[in-house]
């Protein structure tokens, strides 16, 4: 057995670990630079949050301060319902991240497709009559920066490892000739002291060739070239040929000989750069996207990380409020008629105050007890039965929250039978607190009131003490013709409830659930989470409860006092 708790934790804090991993990466990770302050907030916090939800979760139990107790306890449940909503928020948001991007890159498709549409027609012009010359094998053409094409100096060749240096002549009036190397080292270029235009050159031992024109150009190429003009217009061209020349303000250069021209882009001032070596021979607009759609890309992603993170937050954070809101404005108050077969006619129309779970605590103290008393007392019930867990902690540490039960106020009196979390807190001392507070607990006993027997058996969890639940002692010896009322804080004991001939069980416990989705969870543990159901002749109502334990939330299963009105169907 204690193996099996080993495992159990073990699976637990493994599931923990993985979870608020992966919220960090989402909502940190993915959206925040390394480095930065607000990486580093968040990562604390990643670490920090878990331990005091530990620390919260283990603190009552270990018996710590209640002063710190109630210092863990807020932001410790809180980050509990916190990181389940948040969880369930960007495994949503995984299924949104695809569409996102998607609408993204077809929006800045048409965003380019419509700048294009829009370029200056002389432009075009330049690029087609661009387009429609050619140089010869052995030529270059060169044009200075207002767009005058001229004859180029020959191109020059060098074999030497070091690679060569070419510049205008006398002062650099004139263009500056193509240079192409086949060495090692490179080739460099530049303009006179007079400025020049930009110079393609290759390097066709797959070293890099660089460019440096006074106009901004730049352009870098290996195995090919790439060459831009001055003005800065996005240049087009790699040309897998020894000697390339810039032709026209487009800046697209041509392969004499062979007379195949490839494209590739520059953008903005910088540089182009293309690779034959590691990109291969792209043409067209597969090598446009290539170098326009990689910083977008990037982008987009960052975008979209942020987008999910944000919209998940604030789903998150909108339902754990309002879900805390929920139960700190008090329960509220549900109203159901329940015909008993066997209660007699002068009894019909009787109103018990069913309330459980109020779960007193280091978070709901003092005020929440009030809020129920006077929920309570505005229904003027016959009968007032407080079916357990009515606190999470000592008496000596939750004594003066609980103090405002001696206002409850009931015809025929207000009565108490324990839950789980008294046995958690003392059940004993419990026991008698109550009762100086003026309610009378049913320990595996009942007492005869006008009409019906009312029982209370302890709960399951008193087993481990020898004060389980105790159907023989709590209804052998009672007058089966009557009609019975039987207080247990479990829905689990019903079929205990059937076999002694119980005609109505009340319940608590299952708080509904409390959060979306642990009603389903609830469903499954528990044959009835919430509501009024029959098994057999014996039927079982369960309130889910005015309190709530843990986070104090409440999404999908608000609490309620619930006020059962008894029928009887002789008349």
């Known amino acids: 057995m204690v193996v099996l708790y080993v495992l ?61 107790q109630r210092v863990l306890a807020w932001p410790g449940y809180l980050w509990l319902a916190l990181l389940l909503y948040l969880t369930l928020a960007l495994l949503v948001g ?33 690029a087609a009559a661009a387009a429609g010359r050619t140089t010869d094998a052995g030529s270059a053409v060169t044009a200075d920066k207002t767009g005058a094409v001229g004859p180029a100096p020959a191109a020059v060749r060098t074999e030497g490892r070091e690679g060569a240096v070419a510049g205008d002549g006398a002062g650099g009036d004139g263009p500056v000739g193509a240079v192409a190397s086949n060495g090692g080292g490179g080739a460099l270029a530049s303009e006179g002291a007079s400025g020049g235009v930009p110079t393609a050159l290759a390097d066709d031992s797959g070293a890099a060739a660089t460019v440096v024109p006074d106009g901004g150009a730049t352009a870098l190429a290996s195995g090919t070239v790439a060459a831009r003009d001055g003005a800065g217009w996005a240049g087009r061209a790699a040309v897998d040929s020894p000697v390339a020349a810039l032709d026209g303000p487009t800046g697209r250069a041509s392969e004499g000989a062979a007379g195949l021209v490839k494209d590739a882009v520059g953008d903005g001032e910088g540089a182009a750069v293309a690779s034959g070596a590691a990109a291969g021979s792209v043409s067209g607009g597969a090598a446009e996207a290539a170098a326009d759609g990689a910083a977008p890309a990037a982008s987009r992603r960052l975008f979209v990380a942020r987008a999910v993170a944000v919209g998940a937050t604030a789903v998150a954070a909108g339902t754990v409020g309002y879900g805390t809101n929920t139960v700190l404005r008090g329960p509220r108050v549900k109203r159901i008629t329940v015909p008993l077969a066997k209660l007699p006619r002068q009894a019909h129309g009787f109103r ?40 999470d902690g000592s008496v000596a540490d939750l004594g003066p929250a609980a103090e405002p039960l001696r206002a409850l106020r009931a015809r025929h009196g207000s009565y108490f039978v324990t839950g789980n979390h008294e046995y958690y807190s003392g059940a004993e001392e419990w026991v008698d607190h109550v009762r100086e507070l003026g309610l009378r607990p049913l320990e595996n006993e009942h007492t005869e009131l006008p009409g019906f027997d009312l029982a209370g058996v302890n709960d399951v969890a008193g087993e481990s003490e020898g004060q389980g639940p105790d159907f023989g002692k709590a209804l052998g010896d009672r007058d089966r013709s009557r009609a019975s009322v039987l207080l247990a804080h479990q829905p689990v004991v019903i079929h205990d409830a059937v076999k002694a001939g119980v005609d ?49 939330v409440r999404v999908g299963a608000p609490p309620d006092v619930t006020v059962v009105e008894l029928a009887s169907t002789r008349t």
Request: hydrophobic fraction near 45%.
């Open 8 to 68: 159990i934790a073990l699976a637990v804090v493994g599931l923990l670990t993985g979870v608020h991993w992966y919220v960090w990466r989402r909502l940190v990770g993915d959206t925040t630079a390394r480095g930065g302050w607000v990486r580093r907030t968040g990562t604390a916090a990643a670490f920090v949050l878990p331990l005091m939800s530990v620390g919260a979760v283990i603190s009552g139990r270990a018996g710590a301060p209640f002063a710190l």
């Open 94 to 126: 995984e299924a949104v991240r695809p569409l996102l991007r998607a609408w993204l890159s077809r929006r800045d498709s048409v965003k380019s497709a419509d700048v294009r549409s829009t370029e200056s027609p002389a432009a075009d012009a330049d």
């Open 352 to 391: 018990i105050a069913v309330v459980s779970d109020i779960h007193l605590g280091p978070i709901l103290g003092r005020a929440h007890t009030q809020r129920v008393v006077e929920a309570v007392n505005r229904t003027n019930p016959d009968l007032i039965a407080v079916v357990g867990d009515l606190v």
């Open 504 to 552: 109505l069980q009340l319940s608590g416990h299952t708080h509904g659930g409390q959060v979306w989705p642990g009603t389903y969870v609830a469903e499954l543990a528990n044959p009835t989470a919430a509501g009024l159901e029959r098994y057999g002749d014996t039927q079982l109502y369960v309130t889910r409860g005015a309190g709530a334990w843990g986070p104090p």
